[in-house]
């Protein structure tokens, strides 16, 4: 369904002393149709201009992106697929809603401008969204400011799925809600994501949230990406188990289980150096990895693949 070669986005930093920085680096992804991803790595890594480039709202500065096989900055009529079949959900509930339109409103927005549905058939569909996402439809009639930011987050999924889409794209969406709703959350895209058959990609910082996902839904792929560079995939289970790459170690190191006492369940290591500074070509992570060797900070390692497992590192394979 999706694919991305060799895609790199670079922006330029500052006015005087110009600095090249690479949101994105030579990145390789597919996402099979049905496929649940979980892209994995702190702030800075990537992760949502990634996202963004999915909804082709961010063009790539190199490679391709095909949807569907068709190269989606070629072909403008791809972009308008991806518009309507690829869906995205803000971090922020409450500011990617507007806050003087009703929630049926904003949900009416899209519906009518893709399905083209108005008066009673609208509303049905509003009420049925509502319902779905477990809100009352009497919600309708409040503005974003009457509710909670569990129940915010639950209407800007409701309007991501509102024009069936293939693809859901969610990003960090429980990071900003109270611990209390994040669960029910990501119980509901699980849901949703089984019920209407969509390609769920879910875009996290918190392995936590990950392995929780997993176990609502089966065979969560997940993705780690750090400095602009996918560093590690497998099986989320696999990755969390038995982390390969040395950043995912040190995330899985420092992940609390969802399910535990709060408690981080292996001991955190000593804080990794803060620099940021490393070339494009070599390893993103060769300014703080342990086993850093001569070769890391020039070339970045090609994936050493093993079954539905790859790690770029110069630890494994050579
Ligand atoms: Fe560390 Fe080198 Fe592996 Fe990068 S490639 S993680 S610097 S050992």
Same mark, same amino acid.
């Given at each position: 369904?999706?694919?991305?070669?060799?895609?790199?986005?670079?922006? !330029?930093?500052?006015?005087?002393?110009?600095?090249?920085?690479?949101?994105?680096?030579?990145?390789?992804? !597919?996402?099979?149709?049905? $496929?649940?991803?979980?892209?994995?790595?702190?702030?800075?890594?990537?992760?949502?201009?990634?996202?963004?480039?999915?909804?082709?709202? $961010?063009?790539?500065?190199?490679?391709?992106?095909?949807?569907? +096989?068709? /190269?989606?900055?070629?072909?403008?009529?791809?972009?308008?697929?991806?518009?309507?079949?690829?869906?995205?959900?803000?971090?922020?509930?409450?500011?990617?809603?507007?806050?003087?339109?009703?929630?049926?409103?904003?949900?009416?927005?899209?519906?009518?401008?893709?399905?083209?549905?108005?008066?009673?058939?609208?509303?049905?569909?509003?009420?049925?969204?509502?319902?779905?996402? +477990?809100?009352?439809?009497?919600?309708? $009639?409040?503005?974003?400011?009457?509710?909670?930011?569990?129940?915010?987050?639950?209407? /800007?999924?409701?309007?991501?799925?509102?024009?069936?889409?293939?693809?859901?794209?969610?990003?960090?969406?429980?990071?900003?809600?109270?611990?209390?709703?994040?669960?029910?959350?990501?119980?509901?895209?699980?849901?949703?994501?089984?019920?209407?058959?969509?390609?769920?990609?879910?875009?996290?910082?918190?392995?936590?949230?990950?392995?929780?996902? /997993?176990?609502?839904?089966?065979?969560?792929?997940?993705?780690?990406?750090?400095?602009?560079?996918?560093?590690?995939?497998?099986?989320?289970?696999?990755?969390?188990?038995?982390?390969?790459?040395?950043?995912?170690?040190?995330?899985?190191?420092?992940?609390?289980?969802?399910?535990?006492?709060?408690?981080?369940?292996?001991?955190?290591?000593? $804080?990794?150096?803060? !620099?940021?500074?490393?070339?494009?070509?070599?390893?993103?992570?060769? /300014?703080?990895?342990?086993?850093?060797?001569?070769?890391?900070?020039?070339?970045?390692?090609?994936?050493?693949?093993?079954?539905?497992?790859?790690?770029?590192?110069?630890?494994?394979?050579?």
């Amino acid at each position: 369904l999706i694919k991305l070669s060799n895609l790199t986005v670079k922006f !330029t930093q500052g006015r005087f002393n110009k600095r090249i920085i690479y949101a994105l680096n030579n990145v390789n992804l !597919t996402v099979e149709r049905g $496929e649940t991803v979980a892209i994995i790595g702190e702030s800075g890594a990537g992760k949502t201009t990634l996202a963004r480039v999915l909804v082709a709202l $961010e063009k790539p500065t190199q490679g391709e992106y095909l949807y569907k +096989g068709k /190269n989606v900055w070629r072909d403008r009529s791809t972009r308008k697929l991806i518009r309507r079949e690829v869906q995205y959900i803000y971090q922020d509930p409450i500011s990617a809603l507007n806050p003087s339109k009703t929630i049926g409103e904003s949900l009416s927005y899209p519906i009518k401008k893709h399905l083209k549905l108005k008066g009673d058939k609208l509303r049905e569909k509003i009420e049925e969204l509502l319902r779905a996402v +477990g809100l009352d439809p009497s919600l309708a $009639e409040r503005y974003p400011s009457q509710l909670s930011g569990g129940q915010l987050q639950r209407v /800007n999924i409701a309007r991501a799925i509102s024009i069936n889409p293939k693809v859901v794209i969610a990003d960090e969406p429980v990071t900003m809600l109270d611990a209390s709703y994040r669960v029910g959350v990501i119980d509901l895209l699980a849901n949703l994501k089984k019920k209407f058959d969509i390609t769920l990609i879910l875009i996290t910082h918190d392995l936590a949230i990950a392995k929780y996902l /997993n176990y609502k839904i089966e065979g969560v792929r997940g993705v780690v990406i750090y400095g602009g560079r996918i560093v590690e995939e497998g099986r989320i289970n696999d990755i969390i188990s038995a982390p390969l790459h040395p950043y995912t170690k040190y995330l899985v190191n420092s992940y609390i289980d969802i399910n535990s006492d709060g408690k981080s369940k292996i001991e955190i290591r000593e $804080e990794l150096s803060t !620099t940021n500074v490393f070339s494009p070509n070599g390893c993103p992570f060769s /300014n703080k990895c342990p086993y850093v060797m001569d070769k890391c900070t020039k070339t970045f390692p090609n994936f050493s693949v093993d079954r539905d497992r790859k790690v770029a590192c110069y630890l494994y394979g050579e």
